[in-house]
C-alpha cells in the first residue's frame, strides 16, 4: 500500500500525521480497489519507479492514516 500523497521518508509521514493532515492509502494495479477502511496495514514509500526506503505499519480509521509506527 502506498500513502496518497509520496512522501520521501516514514518521518515526513508521521509529522504530517502530527499536523492532522488528512491522508488515504491506495494500492497500485490491478488489485486497487480493496483498500482497507478500519484496521492496520503495511505502506511503503515512496511511491514506485523510485526504490522503496521506508517501511511502516499504519492504523487506520474511515479510511485514513491516524497513526503510524
Known sequence: MYCQQ??????????AIKD???????????FG????????TCLEGPH???????YATATIKNGLIVNVK
Do not use: C, D, S
Open 6 to 15: 509520496n512522501f520521501k521518508t516514514k518521518k515526513a509521514l508521521k509529522q
Open 48 to 54: 514506485y519507479p523510485a526504490p522503496h526506503t521506508w
Open 33 to 40: 480497489g480493496n483498500e482497507p477502511k478500519e484496521g492496520t
Open 20 to 30: 492532522g493532515e488528512k491522508i488515504g492509502i491506495f494500492q497500485p494495479g490491478p
